[in-house]
């Protein structure tokens, strides 16, 4: 038995062309494709050449007529941007069709809304495709890991910045020169902004804390540093400290507060990060994204694989419409929705205050090249409760010296009383790099 | 709304009381988990003291009573073993009750019988902790990967191997050595054969070619070699060289036989192998599994996490009972079954012929030390067509010397004449190791 199930597609790029490439060929994927009719594709420009063949009938500039045609039974947003995507996907559960997206942004900022609203319509809103490209990450979270009380998710979540941070750690070479290398190779944006300050692992981080913990966050409360001001210089002494440098995203619970009991506290970040060599996370190199997954009993779990494309990305695009074709093969009668899948909110969470969470850091300062400043800063951690795992003098000349220190985990409000401290001592010119490390 | 779902344990073991465990303290999970109530399990002995407290009148020594027992909707086998496993198992899916089941043995070999009677009564058998402990694999394979062509998955899918392998190239040592300690530390059997003659990672791969190439392949026909009869030097060598020695387990499709059209061929085996240091597989170590999956349109994603033990494992079994859960919301009137989720075969699939397949190879011979034999074995091999990678005298004394040859990808057919017609040559005293590589 099967039934037929019409896709509406919103956006024929990149992604949007990788989705109808594998929906054009069904032979040797999974037979449910085969049940897939590709109805109708609204595109910006009717008259610009595509890399695949189309039925030209079924392209029309207008989205709404996607999401209205009867024929339409799954909504796939492949567009991007905030507006007219938000609308869009809003316009498409209220006809009662249950919606496919790859837009981080819009349910990174509107997923509360649109989550309420699927709900209320007794539809899907699948978003494979939003984190980690073509790797299965949302559906492990939604339908693998309930069992685990999560502790922590972090990942690089970021392909653009791992590609530039990959190229400066291989060949010792600067910020500027990677970037505009990886814009002439389309690795990264005429306007990189949204990748390289970060901006984008933040939508992701806030994606992957909600289904991983139960409850949306204030994506604007996320800490994020991204690493346009990131040297060089601190990409190599990590090198020679034994660690490579990742722009990490974490989420990760804390003890509940007593005042605030029924909500559970998230540190929540995106920040350059030090991460051993023998890390799992320390072997991802180039566009490459993966996800670590912390919990009690399972331990440790990582995802790996490509972070972006046309092809990663329409495997999870269509991955998740199989997903819808497969529940509509029940047939419930009253539209309840599996809970897994639908994934709504199930507990309270909210961010916790940056200085009450804690980290171990990794900072370099420009000094005198004087005997006694070492001791100094190292006094001065010691007077505000910082334990210190290495202080290492890297380079010195007549100019000055650069004095580098790794703590251990402490309290940022902590570390950020003790650098104020440490500003003031004789001898110490400047705080040049402040990252996270692991 | 919410419905309470009734859990019948058979077995409580490390995995199963890993399972009770969880089930008994839902708080901070995902909150189906306290619509699951354990309502009866079957032991050996209920008089053996547990680690888990208990009610204990809901022990049986009955297996069957817990199978019939009207309050248990889903059973979960976790006793292990062919028999009595697979006769409960059937009993249950005649009873119209899905299965859980950790039950690798019984899949790999009975899979098929399995699969075909929960189809006719309209349940599920589900596996996730059959394969890969923690890691989430059987469910992303069947429901996030389908929209691809799966071109190979490969993996590290024994622990305990994996260990040994670890300890042996981490510290040189000998195999008996590490197995002994290995023994003593509860990482592997006292009978170890299952886990060191590669058997286990064999029922594995079967299953997970099952999924990845949508037909069943003889389980007995895989090709397999263990590590009982590796040789410490060649892992010290293939560390000179560059690689890492794992057992790995594959499952590769290959171009259809025009004789045999409607069939998909398949190379699948478990054999040592030298990976590269640079691939994704090498960093993983101790009793950590990981599995590669290449496909088209997706490229190559893994997934990597804690291979066995009683937590990770006893996430995977909840994990599917979360699933059956949430899907039995739905309340599906006719005994429909998620095609995704139930993950029916839908394709022919069978075993090439070892001969046709390909691979790269990694051979030590024992020579003479004496001019002209390491011309003599790589004209030997290109007489054969086998085209080389490299080919290196790595010890030499009065007593001989050692070679050692890693080929390209060649035929295995090519691969075996070349082999017999080098051990006919002057000064080739022995083939003394044949290993994959990657």
């Known amino acids: 038995m099967s039934t037929r199930i019409g896709i509406g597609l919103l956006g024929l790029g990149t992604v949007g062309a990788g989705v109808a490439s594998i929906l054009?060929?069904?032979?040797?994927?999974?037979?449910?494709?085969?049940?897939?009719?590709?109805?109708?594709?609204?595109?910006?420009?009717?008259?610009?050449?595509?890399?695949?063949?189309?039925?030209?009938?079924?392209?029309?500039?207008?989205?709404?007529?996607?999401?209205?045609?009867?024929?339409?039974?799954?909504?796939?947003?492949?567009?991007?941007?905030?507006?007219?995507?938000?609308?869009?996907?809003?316009?498409?559960?209220?006809?009662?069709?249950?919606?496919?997206?790859?837009?981080?942004?819009?349910?990174?900022?509107?997923?509360?809304?649109?989550?309420?609203a699927a709900a209320a319509a007794g539809v899907y809103v699948l978003i494979e495709a939003a984190v980690g490209g073509?790797?299965?990450?949302?559906?492990?979270?939604?339908?693998?890991?309930?069992?685990?009380?999560?502790?922590?998710?972090?990942?690089?979540?970021?392909?653009?910045?791992?590609?530039?941070?990959?190229?400066?750690?291989?060949?010792?070479?600067?910020?500027?020169?990677?970037?505009?290398?990886?814009?002439?190779?389309?690795?990264a944006e005429a306007d990189p902004a949204a990748d390289v300050e970060g901006l984008d692992a933040a939508d992701k981080i806030a994606i992957l804390s909600g289904l991983a913990f139960g409850g949306p966050i204030d994506r604007n409360g996320i800490y994020?540093?991204?690493?346009?001001?990131?040297?060089?210089?601190?990409?190599?002494?990590?090198?020679?400290?034994?660690?490579?440098?990742?722009?990490?995203?974490?989420?990760?619970?804390?003890?509940?507060?007593?005042?605030h009991p029924?909500?559970?506290?998230?540190?929540?970040?995106?920040?350059?990060?030090?991460?051993?060599?023998?890390?799992?996370?320390?072997?991802?190199n180039g566009v490459n994204n993966a996800i670590l997954v912390e919990g009690d009993p399972i331990g440790r779990v990582m995802f790996y694989g490509p972070g972006a494309g046309s092809g990663p990305t329409a495997s999870a695009v269509v991955a998740d419409i199989l997903n819808i074709a497969g529940i509509r093969q029940l047939k419930p009668a009253d539209g309840n929705l599996d809970p897994l899948l639908a994934a709504s909110s199930w507990r309270a969470c909210h961010l916790a205050n940056k200085e009450q969470t804690s980290q171990r850091n990794y900072v370099r300062f420009k000094t005198e090249n004087a005997p006694g400043v070492i001791g100094?800063?190292?006094?001065?951690?010691?007077?505000?409760?910082?334990?210190?795992?290495?202080?290492?003098?890297?380079e010195a000349s007549d100019a000055g010296a650069e004095i580098v220190v790794i703590t251990h985990v402490v309290g940022n409000g902590q570390m950020s009383a003790a650098l104020k401290a440490i500003h003031a001592i004789e001898g110490v010119l400047s705080l040049d790099a402040h990252l996270g490390c692991l």
């Open 24 to 116: 054009q060929t069904p032979e040797g994927r999974h037979p449910l494709i085969a049940d897939l009719d590709l109805v109708r594709i609204a595109v910006r420009d009717r008259n610009r050449t595509r890399p695949i063949a189309l039925d030209e009938s079924i392209l029309t500039t207008s989205p709404e007529a996607v999401v209205d045609d009867p024929a339409v039974d799954v909504v796939v947003e492949v567009m991007g941007g905030i507006e007219p995507a938000r609308t869009l996907i809003m316009r498409a559960i209220a006809a009662g069709k249950s919606v496919v997206t790859a837009n981080k942004s819009v349910i990174a900022r509107h997923g509360e809304e649109i989550a309420a």
């Open 134 to 187: 073509g790797i299965p990450i949302i559906e492990p979270l939604k339908q693998s890991l309930g069992s685990n009380r999560i502790q922590r998710v972090s990942g690089i979540i970021n392909g653009t910045t791992n590609y530039i941070l990959s190229r400066m750690a291989e060949e010792g070479a600067d910020y500027n020169a990677v970037l505009r290398d990886a814009q002439d190779l389309g690795y």
């Open 224 to 259: 994020t540093a991204g690493i346009s001001t990131l040297q060089s210089r601190d990409v190599d002494y990590a090198t020679q400290l034994g660690y490579g440098v990742k722009l990490l995203a974490v989420a990760e619970s804390m003890e509940p507060d007593p005042s």
């Open 262 to 284: 029924t909500s559970l506290p998230l540190a929540v970040s995106v920040q350059p990060t030090l991460v051993p060599n023998d890390h799992p996370l320390a072997g991802v």
């Open 376 to 394: 100094r800063i190292g006094s001065c951690f010691g007077d505000h409760n910082v334990s210190i795992q290495s202080i290492v003098q890297l």
